[in-house]
């Protein structure tokens, strides 16, 4: 507390003498003044970061002197002297932040020394509390803007999202690779976006492959590259997407759709940090992020031999689940006042008013396709409205009600299919059973055996075989 400034103002003179002789060996250096005038002024021109005054003085009493200095943000706490003064009266300043304490007289030098130096260690406490709250605002700008300037806007940082997000901000620093779980349509995409504009390596390239998206045939050589004249049409070189992402960040979204061969050779790239592309001998050093996502339980996936065990481990140092959206419906409205000005501003439509019955609108959905499907939904919404100044629950549903269904419907049949081979898998349900009332019923809902051949390209014998039976 070298640096720590007390000021002392009482008429009594010989009181004062008494406090610099004691407090001679303080930590602290401490400055008295006789004159209230006086130490107004030195107020107005310096900061301390306790002042003690007394109550009665000629001139400006205590309670008005640190009042005037309070105006000025001249000190951090204050302490009164009284003898006279209305205790009511002290408290009420003391509840208006102007004091922090009062001593009574006679004054004790001890006791006085006890309040002034528990109020400098709250005072130093409270100081390093605001100096990291400013250092952290300060890392919470710069953030913002590295996420801007790579076109993030990652709406619910401060709603549902932000156990997910302050996961990922904690580990972007790290040099580890991460998997990303939830269901499509979350925001598994941005949040790689985040992790590597928060990571040291956020000036380099962000390399996005999704591998349920890119044809089988083509995937090797996008991800590995290929030299000239290894294949038909081959007529040049090319870089793969692994290559490029060289010094930077390669997400793979949707990794569960790697096929196995492809799965061994990319575990190879983890391991050995160098990548050969197709018709080379030559590996070359790659140093990359590796971040991956997916909407499939990989540790089923592994059980059932789809996915590599030794490379499942690989990418899932760190894993971030990601809520769905109908898990976090705090998110729903900003969501969707999002994306109504994001379409208004494409399209040159005015912006309209959402009525207060949209919430609970949107708040009855389950929303299956999750952002993507409430994105599809204001967009419906605005096409079907265009020119009206107030968007209704009623719009809502009615832009809805096609796109939901068709989602409620897709994701009840995933749902009844995880059960069905959840029993399958503990054995409950014999599989004999399933295939033979399935094919029954195939043969009912077509009208004949040679019209369900024909419609679900299952073979004759296989339906003659099962009534056999």
Not at 71 to 95: C, H, P, V
Not at 164 to 182: E, T, W, Y
Not at 219 to 230: N, P, Y
Request: net charge negative.
């Amino acid at each position: 507390m070298k640096d720590t400034r007390v000021l002392v103002v009482d008429d009594e003179e010989m009181l004062l003498e008494q406090i610099i002789e004691y407090f001679e060996d303080a930590d602290y250096k401490v400055t008295t003044f006789s004159k209230p005038t006086q130490a107004l002024e030195e107020l107005c021109h310096g900061f301390y970061d306790l002042v003690v005054a007394d109550y009665k003085m000629p001139e400006i009493n205590g309670l008005d002197l640190l009042i005037r200095a309070k105006q000025q943000n001249s000190y951090g706490f204050g302490i009164l002297f009284t003898a006279y003064a209305d205790k009511d009266l002290l408290e009420r300043m003391i509840n208006q932040n102007l004091v922090s304490r009062y001593v009574e007289k006679p004054l004790n030098l001890s006791i006085l020394k006890s309040n002034i130096e528990e109020l400098l260690d709250l005072y130093t406490r409270e100081k390093t509390r605001k100096k990291k709250l400013k250092n952290l605002e300060a890392e919470i700008e710069s953030m913002k803007n590295r996420l801007l300037r790579h076109g993030i806007n990652l709406i619910g940082i401060h709603g549902g999202l932000k156990d997910s997000f302050q996961k990922a901000a904690d580990i972007a620093p790290l040099n580890v690779n991460v998997l990303l779980l939830g269901e499509s349509g979350t925001g598994k995409g941005e949040l790689a976006k985040v992790i590597h504009a928060l990571s040291p390596r956020w000036e380099q390239p962000f390399i996005k492959v999704n591998c349920g998206a890119i044809p089988e045939t083509l995937m090797e050589s996008i991800l590995f590259g290929h030299e000239k004249g290894i294949f038909s049409g081959a007529h040049i070189a090319r870089v793969g997407k692994i290559e490029s992402a060289d010094r930077g960040t390669l997400f793979l979204d949707e990794i569960g759709e790697m096929k196995p061969e492809l799965q061994v050779k990319l575990l190879h790239v983890i391991e050995d940090k160098q990548v050969e592309r197709l018709g080379s001998s030559t590996p070359k050093d790659v140093d990359f992020r590796l971040i991956c996502a997916s909407n499939m339980d990989l540790d089923l996936a592994v059980k059932e031999k789809r996915f590599r065990e030794d490379l499942f481990f690989r990418i899932n140092t760190v894993t971030i689940n990601i809520p769905a959206l109908r898990e976090r419906k705090e998110d729903l409205l900003p969501l969707f006042e999002f994306f109504m000005k994001k379409y208004c501003d494409e399209y040159n439509l005015n912006l309209p008013y959402t009525g207060d019955d949209v919430i609970q609108k949107l708040s009855e959905f389950s929303w299956p396709g999750n952002i993507r499907c409430l994105n599809n939904t204001v967009f419906q919404t605005l096409l079907h409205n265009r020119g009206k100044t107030v968007i209704t629950a009623e719009d809502i549903h009615y832009a809805a009600s096609g796109i939901l269904a068709d989602g409620e419907t897709k994701q009840n049949m995933g749902m009844a299919l995880d059960t069905l081979r959840d029993a399958l898998l503990q054995r409950s349900i014999d599989l004999k059973t399933i295939e033979s009332g399935l094919l029954d019923r195939l043969v009912i809902f077509c009208g004949s055996v040679p019209e369900a051949v024909q419609r679900t390209g299952i073979s004759k014998n296989k339906f003659y075989r099962n009534r056999e039976e």
